[in-house]
């Protein structure tokens, strides 16, 4: 096959990051991934980390390091690492002629008074890398994306409001007067696999908390995306006694009163070439269960007695198109292959 | 003691019921309690059907005959039944001089267009009962509901609904052009005994989903007791992989910018002389873990940069505070006893 | 490609149908699966009960009959019915020329005794049928199932105990004056989808039960499978508050002291050439979470300081390993196709 | 009340020492608690760490210190400790004159190799000590507790096991030529509230795993407590996805064949005065849901068709009567008030 690259992934021993090197192993036009475990961790493959990939071929993990990276001769470099790590990595990669797929938040951002937020400092390098950087979501910018060379994957609660809002704000059919409100729930592995009291078993399990309200990163990312006021953005995140899975209930008024089956068709002619968005027929809501372990963002709808009041119901697996599953969509179409390869 | 009295118990093999016949198991002031089981079980002792409370004197169960009630010289009967049910029985109970109190939805909303969709049949008698009925809520009604004869005990998303917006909408602070959201998720024990699809463990582990959306019965509750216009009022019920707990976060504008602080004392204030309801200190939230196996609703708060936009979170048991522990509540105000008495 | 077949799925609608059913969507060998649903069913696609699968082709279920079989032309007919079904459908089956693996209990039992807790009624077609049949354990029958027309797929907890103990059993290796203790517990899918009090979600919850014990239907599979008298063996399942998978533990005690690495051996051995067992490195133990979704079955162990006494842990997915995709394996093994095609 | 006493908690922030506080919150016989935080704890209440007790009256926190427990004149010192901890304050207490209920393993076993798992260093001063200390089983050393300054307060796994056997040691009905297999499963409040990649919810959800096979701390004291010889003995730990309750199943072989009543008699009649064992009636099995949140020891039994092979299924909470329950018992043994006073 003539096209095939070598992936690496730094930060392979993560709950993204494994998934990442789960699906890269299948695709078919990488040759190969050399993988580059976080820090802390101390395994020597992956198979020792998650037992689960066990057959017999162990694959190796690597302690970071540019020379590995340029003796494996890698094309394209994944960051599952902390916005902090690829804020110093992707300048460097990309000076080293890689192309770079980052699933951290370092790199989202174009706003300045949104990017506060990470903490990040700024640098003349910086502003030229943040200016090839390109916001990863396919559906969105997929003419841009085939031809960057940095890619800032999206937030896994991000996708699933954005996807779900972005036929109706990038046609105008939202009443800008009203307040949307995103009411997100998001399993355990979306807080990652560091240790916290926030991710102990008893701490979850039984239990359903709301957090970072009026604070979350992801809201600039929404904000961005959609160009709506932060004046009338709400996004509240909440902690579900799960491992995987978001589901997002979406308030919204339309400006007009509305049947539904315009509103379902708005949906489906905005993703009518998508191979990731699935619309459900109205009045199927999604369910956490339809799309775990799946590339797929699974939108429904409720409306209102009026035709004004919407209700979206965005569905994702948070560690897939909310992270692993979507870089290898960004991937695909980096390289102009079929946008769903090694995701079915 | 003086004040003792005897209660019965239609429904004890339900979730509720069975709470209900624990609690009043453990009230001083209840001298004994006759328990009726559900049509549908053939269980001669609660025992039989909950072993957790064993303790080598099984309690009876009977069919349920008003022979039997008034043999037992029941003074106080509860009705953990389906509305249809509780319909037929009702009347019957107070023609017989007894004081009824409801968990069902029969006797709560007093506005025609609200009840039909429980599809219940009126008669005269209905028509006279229903002027008769107090809705249970102690907090709102507490003196009503001491001099009566039949309590609509409410539904347990409803309570914590009311529960959080009632300071705000009594004290008349909500801006009424903008939509109020309520986002309410619940564990299955909501969706009570019965066999279903939905309850089905495979269906209701590791995911998520709303249901009933513009059409849960609860709606009419929030909506006579709180006063708002059904035009502004969006409430969408969601199933938690739970057992039990409710967790509603709710949104709402103010008309005025306001302070955390004002926010907070609105809300200290309004339930100052309460013992069932816990206000959480700016900005700590309330979780389900907090209230669980409590006649606690916790509310907490988050407000926007603007002072308009607040997020009311508020937690409750609905089998405790959301049906049984409430029910316990109301008798305890019906007989002019301490209100938290047998409850903590 | 030469070597295609047609395929139907009797119960599709069931949870071991519907992995059936997804897992021979994707076999490079089954050029198509013609569905049928359970009878108490009424969707008219398989989308419908499991909205996962949504691709904007609906996949159709049919009500079963012969007729339907025999107009799409189908080779293999895979059953995912209780057992009273089977007993009727695999004689006709075979009659009509078809190849049948039937996922039941009704054809595994070979003596008499063993076969009476299903309780179906014997007759001179039946005791022919059974001659047939072979037990569809590819790692323990593969030559035999390679010729036969009827195989017998394995119960989900004896295949997790027959694959652990075989290679102990096989060589002779086990004190057969000590008890076999077979500890096991599984996820509520091995249960089935059919409504029950034992599942509902709240009963199953934060809860641990045992359950058929010195009753289950599966001790008869592992008595013949493993020639272990029926006074020796102990098998007690148990119901995990989880969807699926199966943890065996298996207390047995050796004939002789033996080394770790002897025991590690003799299970290296037996299972070198097979692609669906995995031997954990001593001191490693599987847990649940490795063989999910994966055609594994997961074997590791532990000996005590005499040597003698050796415990196995045996982990697999009983909807997989232990149902759907063990009926594949068959599949594969009977036509020669490769033992894991369409399984990875 | 004339009969009145102060307790101190030590680790009063742990899953036991928090139960503890709880506990002795409403037993009547406890005048005052004062609660000490575990080092690594920062809260000032205890409030803080378990909003769930918040009542309006802050329980506060203290940082430990022998000052502390004078100025409070505590009577008897509860410590909710590490056993390096307990190992230290526990000589020192009772050279200070209080009572001490230690509910670490520090001072279980009286057999110097047992001890050695613990790795504590002895002296003189620890030799005397142990002496003293006698196992907090109330139901096998209810005399000798009466009397003592120093209780060790059992294991969780061990109180499950050693209750449901001991009527069969005791009674010397056992075959002791057969293994006794211990195969018991434990929800993750088991672990402690420390951090640990091994409690994170991701990889305890939808799992089940083995550990510490043949080499469990709990095993020295079962084999103490029931002069059991260690060569007979298998006690193996699983984690079970549920954030409390320990189910135990226990294989045993009687010397005789035995009938099912004279095996529920003997368990009857052993526990006979107990107010803490519940015997189920025979074949009915207790399941983990039935002993939460109380302080009972439910035990069942099936009965192989031999009448020789026992499976013994015991269930507890592991927070109450597996530890801060049975520490209370304890509590009320020692000063002779009625056993279950404040645990009903």
């Not at 998650?50 to 001769?73: C, D, R």
């Not at 990312?221 to 979406?250: D, K, M, N, V």
């Not at 998508?274 to 027929?281: A, D, E, G, K, L």
């Amino acid at each position: 096959m003539a096209d095939q690259i070598k992936c690496g992934v730094v930060g392979a021993t993560g709950y993204a990051g494994f998934e990442l090197a789960r699906l890269l192993r299948k695709h078919p036009n990488v040759s190969a991934s050399v993988l580059f475990r976080r820090g802390e961790h101390s395994a020597a493959t992956l198979d020792e980390a998650y037992p689960q990939i066990m057959n017999g071929q162990p694959t190796p993990l690597h302690a970071f390091s540019w020379e590995q990276v340029e003796k494996e001769k890698v094309d394209l470099l994944f960051l599952a690492t902390p916005h902090e790590t690829s804020w110093e990595l992707v300048p460097e990669g990309l000076r080293r002629g890689l192309k770079v797929i980052d699933l951290s938040g370092a790199w989202r951002l174009k706003d300045e008074a949104n990017r506060k937020i990470y903490k990040l400092v700024e640098s003349a390098v910086s502003v030229a890398t943040l200016k090839q950087s390109v916001y990863g979501s396919p559906e969105l910018h997929g003419a841009t994306i085939r031809g960057s060379k940095l890619v800032a994957n999206p937030g896994c609660y991000a996708t699933s409001v954005i996807l779900a809002l972005a036929p109706f704000a990038k046609n105008d059919l939202i009443d800008r007067h009203a307040d949307i409100v995103c009411d997100c729930k998001s399993g355990v592995s979306g807080a990652g696999k560091q240790l916290s009291p926030k991710t102990h078993f008893v701490e979850v399990a039984e239990n359903l908390s709301a957090y970072s309200v009026f604070g979350h990163r992801h809201t600039g990312e929404i904000l961005e995306q959609l160009g709506i006021s932060a004046e009338r953005l709400i996004f509240t995140p909440h902690l579900l006694p799960i491992p995987r899975g978001i589901l997002s209930t979406i308030y919204v008024r339309l400006k007009e009163a509305t049947a539904a089956a315009t509103v379902e068709e708005t949906l489906r002619k905005f993703y009518a070439g998508s191979t990731s968005v699935r619309i459900f027929p109205h009045p199927l809501l999604p369910q956490i269960q339809h799309s775990l372990r799946t590339n797929y963002c699974d939108i429904g709808f409720a409306l209102g007695p009026d035709g004004k009041k919407l209700i979206l119901v965005s569905c994702l697996d948070n560690l897939i198109k909310g992270a692993a599953g979507q870089a290898v969509q960004n991937m695909n179409v980096m390289y102009g292959w079929a946008e769903q390869e090694g995701l079915n």
